[in-house]
Antibody, heavy 117, light 107 residues
Framework: EVQLVESGGGLIQPGGSLRLSCAVS????????MSWVRQAPGKGLEWVSV???????LYADSVKGRFTISRDNSKNTLYLQMNSLRAEDTAVYYC???????????WGQGTMVTVSS | EIVLTQSPHFQSVTPKEKVIITCRAS??????LHWYQQKPDQSPKLLIK???QSISGVPSRFSGSGSGTDFTLTINSLEGEDAATYYC?????????FGQGTKLEIK
């Protein structure tokens, strides 16, 4: 069964760090275009980052220099390392697969990150 | 960055009604426009890809059309389970962007 399961969210103080994980089953993470998308409470969807099958990465301007997307092929897991967290990073974070780099056709259930003192 | 503008932001509709949601892009994106449904406390679900391509398992009452800058999502004969927020999304260029969402309330 194709499945994405996020973990690692929680309450963190401003300026802190957190690493999110997305465990993938049913397909190989290294062969796919994988992204993180977030949704602030009561707000819409915001694309955060992508890692291509070749390993190159891109980020939204709002997180560039603070967040790092990566993957562990042996664990078939996607990660998002989040540093220098701000209150505006508070959101549910989803991992998603986009076949051909287009539509996000598989989504995880999301993990909540709350940045607050 | 490509801006997607959806309308309406909110609509209250009755069952069996036909609903049309529009999404306008700030520049031409060809057919790289996708539609999602999100119910409360759930992840988004892909409804339509590449403007008009259907997705396996999605009811046939959902359809999409358009190209360039103007797109529509049509829901024929609305059902109670269609109460949700609908988002358009463009993958023509990075950063990926989403519309602000259209919330459908069923009367």
């Amino acid at each position: 069964e194709v499945q994405l399961v996020e973990s690692g969210g929680g309450l963190i103080q401003p300026g802190g760090s957190l690493r999110l994980s997305c465990a993938v089953s049913g397909f190989t993470v290294s062969s796919n275009y994988m992204s993180w998308v977030r949704q602030a409470p009561g707000k819409g969807l915001e694309w955060v980052s992508v890692i291509y099958s070749g390993g190159s990465t891109l980020y939204a301007d709002s997180v560039k220099g603070r967040f790092t997307i990566s993957r562990d092929n042996s664990k078939n897991t996607l990660y998002l390392q989040m540093n220098s967290l701000r209150a505006e990073d508070t959101a549910v974070y989803y991992c998603a697969r986009a076949l051909g780099g287009a539509a996000f056709e598989i989504w995880g259930q999301g993990t909540m990150v709350t940045v607050s003192s | 960055e490509i801006v997607l503008t959806q309308s309406p932001h909110f609509q209250s509709v009755t069952p069996k009604e036909k609903v049309i949601i529009t999404c306008r892009a700030s520049q031409s994106i060809g057919s790289s426009l996708h539609w999602y449904q999100q119910k409360p406390d759930q992840s988004p679900k892909l409804l339509i890809k590449y403007a008009s391509q259907s997705i396996s398992g999605v009811p046939s009452r959902f359809s999409g059309s358009g190209s360039g800058t103007d797109f529509t999502l049509t829901i024929n004969s609305l059902e109670g389970e269609d109460a949700a927020t609908y988002y358009c999304h463009q993958s023509s260029s990075l950063p990926h962007t989403f519309g602000q969402g259209t919330k459908l309330e069923i009367k």
